[in-house]
């Protein structure tokens, strides 16, 4: 069993900033790729932004310049560094990972339950 957690929403202004943190726990024996998706009320989930063992990192158009995706290997950890946060940035965020667990032939994709940001005066 392998369980994703993320933290580091809340409620921010227009302009600010906040960090999310995710962290992956159990039986794991490597991460590979992890990322950031969100989930605006009525709509459906998209990538926010994603980053390779190696660190190489994707964006949504919508988010590059201002969001900045990291992680620490050793810590089993992603972040998510969002700056000049507007209205539209407003979602459920969700951690996601492709873990292979010790024992096991085959990489499973695993999800958190989602931290909520919401980007209001």
């Known amino acids: 069993q392998v369980q994703l957690v993320e933290s580091g929403g809340g409620l921010v202004q227009p302009g600010g900033s906040l960090r999310l943190s995710c962290v992956a726990s159990?039986?794991?024996?490597?991460?590979?790729?992890m990322g950031w998706y969100r989930q605006a009320p009525g709509k459906e989930r998209d990538l926010v932004a994603t980053i390779t063992t190696t660190g190489s990192t994707n964006y949504a158009d919508s988010v590059k310049g201002r969001f900045t995706i990291s992680r620490d290997n050793a810590k089993n950890s992603v972040y998510l560094e969002m700056n000049s946060l507007k209205p539209e940035d407003t979602a459920l965020y969700y951690c996601?990972?492709?873990?292979?667990?010790?024992?096991?032939?085959?990489?499973?994709?695993?999800w958190g339950q989602g931290t909520l940001v919401t980007v209001s005066s």
């Open positions: 996601n990972a492709l873990v292979w667990r010790r024992f096991s032939t085959a990489s499973v994709e695993v």
């Open positions: 159990g039986s794991i024996f490597r991460i590979d790729a």
